[in-house]
């Protein structure tokens, strides 16, 4: 059973950095699709970025385009974001999430199964 654990959530004030990262366990072979979604208070969880294996490709939220960067360790079943130029908006519990054997990018919610118990990002002004 695939389990992911995230680390690198923190309090920071506006404009400056933190880096999240996501390791999996529990699963032979590579994970596909790993990707960082988030949930403020009362908002719906969305896409942040997410990454595919298969071919490389990202997806970036337009909110954060420019700004952050997923990065993904194959060997270690490991993803990243780095995230930079942080303002108060992106203040929010963050959760990774993976699909072991996506045949695509995934962006959505629906398309992850398994998730991270998630970290917080606090942005002062």
């Known amino acids: 059973q695939v389990q992911l654990v995230e680390s690198g959530g923190g309090s920071v004030q506006t404009g400056g950095s933190l880096k999240l990262s996501c390791v999996g366990s529990?699963?032979?072979?590579?994970?596909?699709?790993m990707g960082w979604f988030r949930q403020a208070p009362g908002q719906r969880r969305v896409g942040v970025a997410t990454i595919y294996d298969g071919d490389k490709r990202r997806y970036y939220n337009d909110a954060v385009r420019g700004r952050f960067t997923i990065s993904q360790d194959v060997a270690k079943n490991t993803v990243y974001l780095q995230m930079g130029s942080l303002e108060p908006e992106d203040t929010a519990t963050y959760y990774c999430?993976?699909?072991?054997?996506?045949?695509?990018?995934?962006?959505?919610?629906?398309?992850?199964?398994?998730w991270g118990q998630g970290t917080q990002v606090t942005v002062s002004s």
């Open positions: 999430a993976a699909d072991p054997s996506c045949l695509s990018l995934g962006t959505e919610v629906y398309e992850y199964r398994i």
């Open positions: 529990g699963y032979t072979g590579t994970i596909k699709c």
